[in-house]
Each structure stands twice: as C-alpha cells, then as structure tokens.
C-alpha cells in the first residue's frame, strides 16, 4: 500500500514523463494522447469541486466543457474570417489569443453555473442529477440548430490559438500549456479542500442543518463550489476545443457529462489525483483497445465493470487501500 | 483476397511493409448506430485495393465511433505518427467537418468517399481535397428534377433540423418549381413521425420529399406505410439503400429515389463489383460500398501515373479520374467534386430481397452550384 | 389548424406518452424498491425489440415476438440483477452509475456482434395494420390505438400488482423499510431479482412494440432512456401514478410542440426562419418543462417529500 501524496507525485511526474518520452522518441501523436488526457483531466477536476467535496452529482457538466468550447470557436471563428462579432447594441472583435480566450471562458462558464446553481439547487439527489442534465440537454439541441456557427457541423478553426512566447502547432508546447493550467487548478483544489471554505464545503454536504447553526448558509456554500466547479470545467472545454481546432455540440451531449463522472469513480472519487488517473486511464483504453477489435466497446465496459466490482474507491482506493476518500 | 487478409493483419499488427509505396488511413464509422455505412465503405475500398493486386498500398484503417473529437485525434495520429499520405474513409458531414480542413493544410490529399458538405464546396474548397461521391445537395437536385419532370406541383417537404437538412431541402427547392404544401424540420434522431404524418395527410400535397437518414428513414416510411396516406413519396437514396431496405420491408416498395448509383447500372465494371462484391462478402453492395470502391480505384489510377511524394503530379492525375467507375462517366468539376448523371430508381422486390431498379435519369452530367466561389 | 388534425395530434402524443410510461415505469419501481440508478434500462429496451424482431422473423408471429421480448429481457434483466447489480446495493449511486454505464457498452457492442452493423425488420401484424375511421372522420392507424390500449392495460395491470397483491405489498414495504420486512421473513433477494426481471420486461416489451413502427437497431435505446429519466423525475422518483401522469405530459408536449411552435413563430418571421427556430424551440421543450416542474416541485409532482 502506498500513502496517498506520494502517489499523488509520481502520478503527476507519470502524465509528464510520458509526453517528454515522446519527444525524444519522435512519437507526436503520444504527446496528443497525453494532452488529450491532461484536459479531460482538467474538466472533471473541476466537476470533482462540486460532485466529489460538495457531493453535487451534476450530470450536465458537458454544458460547461460545450459553453468553453463555443467560447473559443466563435472568438476563433471571427478572428479568422476578419468579421466582428455582432452583440446587437455593439460588436467586438475575434480573438486569436488564447489568455483572453480562456478568461471569457472561465466567466461565461462561471456565470452559466451560477444560473444554473440557483435554479437546480433547490432539488437534490437524483432530481439535481436531472435537472442539470436537462440543462445540458438544452444547450446541446440549441446548438444543432444554431446555424450561424455550424450546427451539428460544428466549426473549424484552421489555426490554433496563440499564446504569447510560444508555438501551440507544436505538440509538446501545447501540452506543457494544459499541464501547467491542471497543476495550477489541482494547486488551487488541494488548498481550497484545507481551507474554511472547503471545509464547509464538505460539512454542507454531509450534514447541512450543522453548518447552518454555526451560521452559514449551505446553499450560498453550494452555489459557490458549482460556479468554481463550472468555470474550470469550462477552461477545460477552450483547451479541448483548441486541441482539436474543432468544435461542434458533441461537447455538450450527455455521454459527454457521464464521461466526465466515469472518469472521477474511475480515479476514485473526492480524490484530488482521481480525476488524473481516470482520465489517463481511459484514454489509454480508448487508443489501445480501439486498435485491438471493432467491438472494443465490450472490453471496455468488462473493465469498467470490474474496477466497480473490485476496486471501491476508485483505483487511488484500491492502491492505497482506503476505500473512503472523505475523512 | 489473400492480399487484403494480408494488409488486415498488418495493420492489426501494426507491422510496416517495407514495399509500401502509399500510405491510406482511412477514418470511418464502424461501432455504434452509424456503424453499417463505414463497414460497406471500408469493405468496397479494400476490394478494389485487393483486385488491383498491388502489394504497395497500405491501408490503416480505425474507428471514428461517429465522435468528432475521436475522428480529428485519429487524424493527429495518422498524420503525425503513421506519416499517411492519403486520407479517407469519413461517413458524416459534421466529422468530415472536423477533419479535413485540417488534413488538407497540412498538405495531405482527401479523397472523400461519402461526406459532401456544401462548405468545402464552396468558400471551403481545397486542391487535395477531391469528393468521389457527391456534393451533399446532389440527389436532393435530383429528386426536385424529378418531381418537376413527373408533374408534381404541389410538394409536401420535410428533414432534420441541421445543417444537412438544411441543405437537403434547399437542394430540393432549387430544382423543384411547384408549390409547397407543407416545409418541416423535424428533431434529429427523432423516431416517431406521427405528427408530421398527421399535417402530411391534412396538406391536401400531391407529393413528399423528405431526407431522413439511417433509422429516421426506417421509421418514418413503415410509418407512413400504416397510416393509410397515398401520396407518392420521394427521397434521397439514403433511406433506401441496400443495408436499410430489408429493415423497411414492404413499406418502402414502389418508392422513388435518386441515386448516382445503382447495382443496375450496365457497364463492365459495374457488373464485375457487383459481382465480386456478394462473392466476397455474401451481400448485396450498396451505395456506400461502390463509393468506397471507386475511391480506391480513383487512388489506383492516380498511382500508376504519378508518384504520390510528387503532390503536383499526383494532384494532377487525381484530377483526370482516370479510371472505371461503377457509376460509368465520372470527372471532377473545377472544385472536385463529381460530375455525373444521378439516376431516380424504383424499390422492387427480387425473389426475397428487397433492392432498387432504375426507372430514369434524373439529372445529366450534374456538378454542383457552389463551382463559383471555390478558388483555388 | 382543423379540429381533426388536433383530435389527431392529441392521440399521437398520448400513445407516445403510454410507451414511455413503459419504459418509465420499469425504471421507477426499481429505483423505488431498491435505490438503483439505472442507465442500462434502455438496453434491455433493445433486447426486447431485437428478440421480438429475431423471433417475428423466424416464425412470422408477432404474438410470439412480444412473448419473446418478454422473456428475453426479464431473462436479461435477472441475469444482470444477479451478477452485476446485487452487488451494489450497499455501494454509492455512483458505483452504480459507473457500473450500468459499462452495462451499456457491453449490450450495445454484444447485440451488434450478434446481430450485425444494420437495421433488423419488424412488422405490424396484418389484422392491426392500416388505418381506422373513427367518429369525426378522423383517419387513425389501428396499431397506435392498440399501443394505447396495451399501455393502459399494463398501467392498470401495474397498479393492480402494487396495490391489490401480496407481492405488492412487499414491493411497497420493500420502498419504505427493507430490514424490517427481511425480518418479517421475506426473502429481500428473490423479491429484488423478481422487481427488477418486472421492470426489465416491461421495458422490453416497450421496445418491441415500438420497434414494429420504428427502426430495430443498435443503441435504439438511450434517446428512450433518458426521456424515461425525464419522465420519473417529473413524475416523482418511485411514484407509478407519477411516471403515468409525467409520461402522458411529456408525450404531449413533445408531439404538440413540434406541431404548434413553427406555427407560432411563423405568426411574425418567415416561414424557413420560422420553421428552424420554432423545431429548435420544440426540442428543448421537454427539457423546459423538466426545469419548470422542477423549479415548482424540487421532488417532482407526485414525490415524497425529501
């Protein structure tokens, strides 16, 4: 058995080391994969704020990861064809500059949250898991039909965004972008679990009525950690969109949103690395299953089904042998 | 066929011929819903590939699973790993969307065995990007030239609410020059059309065009089969092609649709895929497999003129389309994409099988209207 | 708009109301009875429309085919209940979750490598095709009044099991206190095997009634699943009359709203324009009521009370 922060290093040190491999081995698409696991891992980081310490299965978390993805292809898209951006009572221009990319993201994302938050947070239990994927759910038809950026054909960004001082074409400089943004977020997580707020966080979750007689209000704590949770999800989403320099409202499908959640119980849940390993994990399944069989799908659901069956507490649970992540 | 078990079992090993001169990777559907249409292209391209009996073209193939965000990380890898020279393979219009913008900058050839969309017709154009099927309006022209040609004059119109069905109904209008009864979007993915059979019967139309691909077809027409209304019903050929008919059934007999292929077609070629196709697969090809068949021999007959390393040479005859096709007469318009006769085709019954007959041509040598804005 | 054409539209949408009530109420006695979160649900839909499509093709009775469905997708339902699911009753919703989503995977795929990439046939039978006049002149296919009527039999057959019988009985004390009724001596396993073969079964039958008008094909089933999901959460979680009463008001609106909503766009923009958004509008129509009851009933209409 080993103790939990070392294995949270060597976790971090493996996602690194595997895309740096790469590069001396020449083998770019590796580092894709890896980018590719970085921000997957980043997106249900952010749902792990609210689902595995605030205990908020949200089932919609895709309308975040799709709104951070839209951000980016509809600032892209009009930098691209040289067109502003008509708001009605005035335009702005494209961007191609992915700070600013990722700050209209985290705020648009954050504020669809808050919105959500308020009107979901009433409910509980399976009635939250519902109503949030019926907001996702509605994102995604808009989305379809919305023709002016594509519709189901979603949009092609020809050219990936820029960051000052650096090449994003090249492989391994685009994923030292995303992992730079996950250490910074699960950084940011670890001290948000230690602190007052965190704390309350986890108390709201387990017994309301107590952090409502020390005078807090669960509900503005609540409120609070899903608009956290969302705003990464959806920085998450501008990282994916760019990566793939493609965005359509497949980011906003429920398999989407059930992805992100398979991932968290894949790693074990309220976990800070579970996340990391879930998402490397499935990726790695993906790409090497996928080349295995036409019907990989099986395997993947058999394995799935065995980490369920055998390893409670997610794998970090299993390799830890501590099935509870919560104390 | 020893050759494509051969080129199989490379690519599941992921062992490179030393000989192989052309590297293909091929991105198509093959698990899910979608799964059918990438398993026929998939197996019409390696049938050509095997006849040719070349042994210096490797073919990697991988499954998009109809996800958009899968299809352009197999393109990362096929391009940045497997280094392919050419790509294909792609089914839907929204994953050809995501991909080939990108293959194309990066200097690889496209050769698009089924996805047309309307943007990389137009604005969207590319010179390695050649379309070996149709531009998506194509067989919705069609069936308007037909409606048109068989006196209808009061249409009822419907198809989902995205941009291909946007299109397809655009496609429709722009050869059709009657009334329209009735225009509806109807949900993507929908499986009950109930109501909009309701407002067909109530719409007093004399004919129905509609463009419902994979199982919206299936449901729609035994639908409108049991509710009684007998209105002539015309469609694109993808509703009624040979994978989906024998699901169909009776409902679908009688129907007119327009395709640019048929197993009818007389012509040498044709009667030999045909032929070979059911040998080698125990089914009837469909529309799919003679387009994934033509790409691959599309890609043969450029290799025997050019070498694919000189991208000028090779474009060059890429754009000849110097070869057989199924289909008879083919030659890219100034965009690439096909100029060919789309046919309207009857859904008959022979022995058991449900399959299609050609009734008539509906549009000669027809190109697409997007030519104008491509510049290349 | 003519009175008929309402008339009309009205039926359509309560027969496909009584079809997810089907699948519905399978979903929502299991999730009642033993606390499961189910998201396989929708394959065992497709087992009963793939059975009954084997069966009706092998013998060409469609009696048959719906007996087969039955009993394919109880017989699957059990299996999974006994090899997969028992084990997670003590495990968290989302050790579930994770555990029916794999479910899913396997279905899917297994059913495509057992029966092939394309669509299977599945008729009506000949004595229910074709369409009936009923009184107004209103032209009407027999097979979608039989679905009605077979919907409302199961529903009243449903209630019948829940409040009239000795399993019943169970069942309901099975949703209130289950070590209390083990201690009474009922056998807590087999009443759960046997709840979840009874969900199982229904939605199988569902999936084979409905695939004779639809297609038959892999993944049929998750569009259903989640409109079953949005239906019990309407309804109430664990509520019979609930899933009834939310199934019949999501059929409606989404039948109604696909017809009126162009219409009503149509009143001030272009006809193409007014089309989009108004089918746009219609299909996020039942996710807007979802909220709305939601928002008005955080536990849905007929919920208990958190």
């Excluded at chain 2, 199982?215 to 509710?227: C, N």
Aim: charged share 10%; aromatic share 10%.
């Amino acid at each position: 058995m080993i103790r939990e922060s070392y294995l949270n290093w060597l976790i971090l040190l493996g996602l690194l080391a595997v895309p740096i491999w790469a590069l001396t081995a020449d083998e770019p698409f590796t580092i894709t994969l890896a980018t590719r696991a970085a921000i997957l891992a980043l997106a249900a980081v952010g749902l792990n704020i609210a689902l595995g310490i605030g205990g908020l299965v949200s089932f919609g978390h895709a309308m975040f990861f799709g709104i951070g993805g839209y951000v980016m292809g509809i600032l892209a898209y009009h930098a691209q064809s040289f067109t502003p951006l008509d708001l009605g009572a005035f335009s702005i221009a494209g961007t191609k500059s992915m700070p600013i990319i990722w700050l209209v993201a985290l705020i648009l994302s954050g504020l669809a949250a808050w919105i959500v938050g308020l009107l979901s947070l009433r409910t509980g239990g399976v009635y939250f898991i519902m109503i949030t994927l019926a907001f996702a759910q509605m994102f995604f038809y808009f989305s379809i039909s919305w023709s002016t950026y594509g519709g189901e054909d979603g949009l092609s960004i020809y050219v990936r965004n820029g960051f000052p001082g650096l090449n994003t074409l090249d492989p391994i400089q685009f994923f030292g972008i995303c992992f730079v943004l996950l250490c910074l977020v699960l950084f940011l997580n670890a001290r948000l679990q230690g602190s007052p707020f965190g704390l309350a966080l986890n108390a709201a979750r387990q017994v309301p009525a107590r952090v409502e007689t020390v005078g807090l209000d669960p509900m503005r704590i609540k409120l609070l950690a899903f608009v956290i949770s969302g705003a990464i999800t959806g920085l998450a989403g501008a990282l994916f969109a760019d990566l793939n320099r493609f965005v359509s409202p497949t980011m906003f499908s429920w398999q989407m949103s059930g992805e992100f959640i398979v991932l968290i119980i894949i790693g074990g849940v309220g976990r800070l690395m579970g996340p990391v390993v879930g998402a490397s994990l499935f990726v790695l399944l993906e790409h090497w299953l996928g080349g295995l069989t036409e019907f990989w799908h099986i395997y993947l659901g058999t394995i799935l089904l065995l980490i369920v069956l055998f390893a409670r507490g997610g794998l970090i649970g299993f390799l830890t042998g501590k099935e509870g992540a919560h104390v | 066929m020893k050759k494509l078990m051969l080129a199989t079992a490379a690519l599941a090993l992921g062992v490179t011929f030393a000989s192989a001169e052309v590297k293909v990777g091929m991105i198509t559907t093959l698990s899910g819903g979608g799964a059918g249409l990438g398993i026929d292209v998939r197996d019409g391209f390696m049938l050509a590939v095997a006849q040719s009996g070349r042994d210096d073209i490797e073919v990697i193939i991988e499954d998009d699973q109809r996800k958009p965000d899968i299809a352009v990380q197999l393109a990362d890898k096929m391009i940045q790993s497997e280094r392919v020279d050419v790509m294909t393979g792609i089914i839907f219009s929204n994953l050809a969307m995501a991909v080939i913008p990108g293959a194309t900058a990066q200097g690889k050839f496209y050769l698009s065995p089924n996805a047309g969309p309307s943007a990389l017709a137009g604005q969207g154009c590319h010179q390695n990007y050649f379309n070996v099927a149709w531009q998506n309006d194509n067989l919705h022209e069609a069936a308007g030239a037909y409606a048109k040609n068989a006196g209808f004059s009061n249409s009822f119109i419907l198809a989902p609410n995205y941009p291909a069905g946007q299109d397809a109904l655009t496609g429709y209008k722009r050869t059709y020059e009657g009334e329209l009864a009735g225009e509806i979007f109807t949900q993507l993915g929908q499986t009950d059309y109930a109501a909009e059979i309701a407002q067909i019967r109530a719409s007093g139309a004399d004919s129905v065009f509609f463009f419902l691909p994979g199982g919206m077809g299936i449901s729609f027409l035994k639908q409108y089969d049991d509710s009684g209304v007998d209105i002539p019903v015309i469609g694109p050929a993808f509703s009624f092609d040979q994978g989906i008919l024998q699901a169909v059934g009776d409902a679908a007999l009688g129907v007119v649709n327009t395709s640019q292929w048929s197993k009818d077609i007389e012509n040498p070629t044709n009667a030999a895929f045909v032929e070979s196709f059911q040998a080698e697969y125990g089914r009837l090809p469909s529309l799919y497999a003679s387009q994934g068949f033509d790409t691959a021999n599309l890609l043969i007959s450029a290799m025997e003129q050019a070498d694919v390393a000189d991208a000028d040479a090779f474009r060059a005859a890429l754009r000849t389309a110097d070869f057989d096709s199924t289909r008879g007469d083919f030659s890219f318009g100034p965009n690439h994409h096909p100029v060919q006769t789309i046919y309207a085709r009857e859904v008959v019954k022979e022995g058991d099988v449900f399959t299609n007959k050609i009734i008539g041509v509906a549009l000669e040598d027809h190109g697409n209207v997007y030519t104008d804005q491509c510049q290349m | 708009m003519s009175t008929i054409l309402i008339i009309e539209q009205v039926l359509n949408g309560v027969q496909f109301g009584v079809m997810l009530f089907l699948m519905a109420a399978g979903l929502t006695l299991i999730f009642g009875v033993m606390g499961l979160i189910n998201l396989a649900h929708g394959s065992l839909y497709m087992v009963g429309a793939f059975a009954a499509a084997a069966v009706a093709g092998a013998t060409g009775s469609f009696l048959l085919a719906l007996v087969a469905a039955l009993a394919a997708a109880a017989a699957a339902g059990a299996l999974i209940e006994m090899v997969v699911i028992r084990r997670l009753y003590q495990a968290a919703h989302l050790d579930q979750v994770l555990a029916t989503f794999a479910l899913i995977l396997i279905f899917t795929e297994g059913t495509r490598w057992f029966f092939g990439s394309f669509p299977l046939f599945l008729d009506i039978p000949d004595y229910l095709s074709g369409p009936v006049t009923l009184p107004g002149g209103i032209q009407y296919p027999l097979y979608r009044l039989a679905l009605i009527a077979i919907g409302l039999a199961v529903g009243a057959g449903l209630w019948w099991l829940i409040e009239r019988t000795r399993l019943g009985i169970q069942i309901r004390a099975g949703e209130n206190d289950r070590e209390m009724i083990a201690a009474l001596g009922v056998d807590i396993s087999r009443l759960y095997t046997l709840v979840f073969a009874l969900g199982a079964a229904l939605a199988g039958l569902a999936g084979a009634l409905v695939g004779a008008i639809q297609s038959v094909q892999v993944g049929m089933g998750e569009p259903v699943l989640i409109l079953a999901f949005v239906v019990i959460v309407i309804g109430g979680i664990g509520s019979i009359r609930g899933a009834f009463v939310g199934a019949i008001l999501v059929g409606l609106t989404d039948t109604l709203g696909g017809i009126f909503l162009p219409g009503f766009f149509g009143l001030f923009m272009a006809p193409g324009a007014a089309s989009q958004t108004g089918s746009a509008i219609a299909s996020m129509a039942i996710y807007i009521l979802m909220t709305l009851v939601l928002i008005w009933r955080p536990s849905g209409l007929f919920g208990a009370r958190a």
